[in-house]
DNA sequence: ATCCTATGAATGAATG
DNA sequence: CATTCATTCATAGGAT
């Protein structure tokens, strides 16, 4: 859901009166440029750029509307962390095919929309580019993604069984 | 195209029983059960279940309906939000004129407004149960948390403006 | 149909 | 990196 359905800078409802120019803002809006780059960087591979990265693309991303480089850094952050945080609560729900289920079926079948399956290749572009462009002597850190191999730990629960009857005191009993 | 288009959800004035066939909303719908539950669970000081709590109580509420473990976050992080919201602008009044305002008092008509003020505290059946991970008898964490323009000392380094031309093709040239 | 309220959902911004 | 808070968007349902 992430840029497709709410790629929307222009408040379009505006009940409190809202800018849509980013005059006032006390948090960042994104356009949908902005959103639109972003994503294709993180799905390149980009999951925590390195702080030249962060203030480059800050950079090019000021032409499309207001930045900084702080949002560029947490857009990245909060990107991955959904990511991740998604796959945890979704990912795993999906027990059950959709295959006839006629009815009181918890199962659903969640489209992901773009690829957060772990394969994590760095896609070649991104080492392509020239590292140092400002001047900073430091050795870039390639952080081509060398994380993620934090175990879920929340696969062991069976989810798929029924109860006969409402749980009547579940507050206490199943936590 | 968002992921949580899963299949149907169901008006939740059909009480009891699952539903089995509804209109299609992208929206969850909690039935009056689910929402029982949690707003017990949250009137006996849940507030920010962790994941695998989470995870059991979808599990347990999907009895009684679709449901999915990120609803049930959500609907934590809202209550709580909106619970604080609220009695936030109501202090905020009082201190103008606690004389007796008849406001209108018309706001909560089945939400609760349970007194959580002060404590959070957990409820020892809470720990009953094997793998919590929550470990508070008492002296929770007073997170008073003053809800002001928190200044932002990290990221001084901002880039002010430079737009040179539409990067086109940002997503390698500029790195 | 229109407005309003309650609330699910999303996300920017922090914090630990 | 995860967890949480604050704010906002979007929408269902009731009231008018």
Avoid at 47 to 63: C, G
């Amino acid at each position: 859901m992430e840029e497709g359905m709410s790629g929307f800078c222009v408040r379009g409802g505006s009940i409190g009166g809202n800018n849509s120019t980013g005059t006032k803002c006390g948090r960042w809006n994104p356009t949908t440029e902005q959103v639109k780059v972003l994503t294709e960087l993180f799905s390149s591979g980009l999951r925590t750029p390195s702080t030249d990265q962060i203030q480059k693309i800050s950079n090019q991303l000021s032409f499309y509307g207001k930045i900084e480089s702080k949002n560029v850094f947490y857009w990245f952050q909060n990107h991955k962390a959904r990511e991740r945080q998604k796959r945890r609560k979704v990912g795993k729900d999906v027990i059950r095919r959709e295959n006839s289920i006629p009815k009181n079926s918890f199962t659903q079948n969640y489209t992901q929309l773009y690829d957060v399956s772990e394969p994590e290749r760095v896609i070649e572009t991104l080492q392509l580019f020239p590292l140092n462009s400002l001047g900073e002597s430091e050795s870039k850190n390639m952080r081509v993604h060398a994380s993620e191999c934090r175990e879920n730990t929340m696969f062991s629960y069976t989810v798929g069984e029924q109860m006969d009857q409402p749980p009547l005191d579940l507050r206490l009993s199943f936590m």
